[in-house]
């Protein structure tokens, strides 16, 4: 799923994940990590609001845009593997 991400989607994942947003050098960065979020994340419908678990932050989306990230109890872990599978993948779209 693309989503369109903005300045407030940037300063949402900061609130919410201060030390990955602390390890990039660049917006390209921090877009790239929030699409990977949406893109292996647990996805639910609820009416038009979609839903995506990653970790334990969940993503609202609605009409391809996050409109709120919050902490939650639910923990929905991502392997190594399929983060690395999806950095090769991404470096083959951009080379």
Known sequence: ???????????LYAKNCPRSTYKCSSFKELDY???????????RTKGDVTLVQY???QFQIIDSV?????KT???FMI?????????????K???
Do not use: W
């Open 33 to 43: 990590k929030i699409q990977r979020c949406i893109d292996l994340g647990l996805i």
């Open 55 to 57: 970790y334990n932050n």
């Open 73 to 75: 109890k639910k923990c």
């Open 79 to 91: 392997s190594s593997y399929k983060k690395t599978e999806y950095f090769n993948k991404m470096q």
């Open 1 to 11: 799923m693309k989503i369109r991400i903005n300045e407030r989607t940037r300063e």
């Open 93 to 95: 779209v951009l080379v």
């Open 66 to 70: 996050i409109v709120n990230i919050q």
